[in-house]
């Protein structure tokens, strides 16, 4: 399968513990993003890579998250100190920069619960 | 980028054509329209783009009106599988992240 993974696809936790999920993007594409997606809401993005280097992050992304891309391949998003407010599903998604076209495909999301 | 308004659900039957429309009267001259659908607990699905001319691939077509401030999205045999939330985005091809909306719940009858 060549297309977008993400490990692990649910996670449950307990409030005040750190998490870490990975995204492994199609092989040739070099922009990754994160997205978070609550029960009846569409995507809403959180930060986006170009290579190894974070672009851009949202508002949503508050100092407890931290997401990484250290060699321009997989990435990892670390939430700390887990709020039951962060339950949600984690959706990453990459795109092969072109000129006139940049359309994102989307892996199956981390599904995370904090009781 | 430009918002987009859809109906928050629709139903079609089996076998027959599926037309779901958005609105995004806002939208400027370099802003593609891209749809994506989501099968409830999976990650969106890619199904089409368009900047201006009508576009048809395998899944479905999208047609662009003249002024370009609304699209139909065209599922042209529907299947019980197609039943999901399909979300209709306008955004720059500049642009770094798409927003989603609430999108239409499609439900296709047997």
């Known amino acids: 399968d060549t297309g977008v993974s993400q490990n692990p696809r649910h996670k449950i936790t307990k409030r005040g513990q750190n998490v870490t999920f990975r995204c492994d993007p199609i092989?040739?594409?070099?922009?990754l993003y994160w997205y978070r997606q609550t029960l009846g809401q569409g995507p809403e993005f959180l930060t986006y890579?170009?290579?190894?280097?974070?672009?851009?992050k949202s508002r949503l992304l508050s100092d407890r998250f931290s997401a990484e891309r250290p060699k321009g391949s997989f990435s990892t998003l670390e939430i700390q100190r887990t709020e039951q407010g962060d339950s949600a599903m984690y959706l990453c998604a990459s795109s092969l920069d072109q000129r006139f076209t940049d359309t994102q495909y989307f892996g199956p999301g981390t599904r995370l619960t904090v009781l | 980028d430009a918002k987009t308004t859809q109906p928050p659900s629709m139903d079609c039957a089996e076998g027959r054509a599926a037309n779901l429309p958005c609105n995004h009267s806002t939208i400027s001259g370099n802003e593609y329209v891209y749809w994506y659908r989501q099968i409830h607990s999976q990650g969106p699905q890619y199904i089409i783009h368009g900047l201006k001319n009508n576009e048809t691939n395998e899944m479905a077509s999208l047609i662009i009106t003249e002024d370009r401030k609304s699209s139909t999205l065209i599922l042209p045999h529907a299947t019980l599988r197609d039943t999901a939330v399909y979300y209709c985005i306008v955004r720059a091809n500049t642009g770094n992240q798409f927003y989603f909306g609430t999108g239409t719940s499609l439900t296709v009858i047997p």
């Open positions: 890579f170009q290579n190894e280097a974070q672009l851009e």
């Open positions: 092989s040739e594409h070099n922009r």
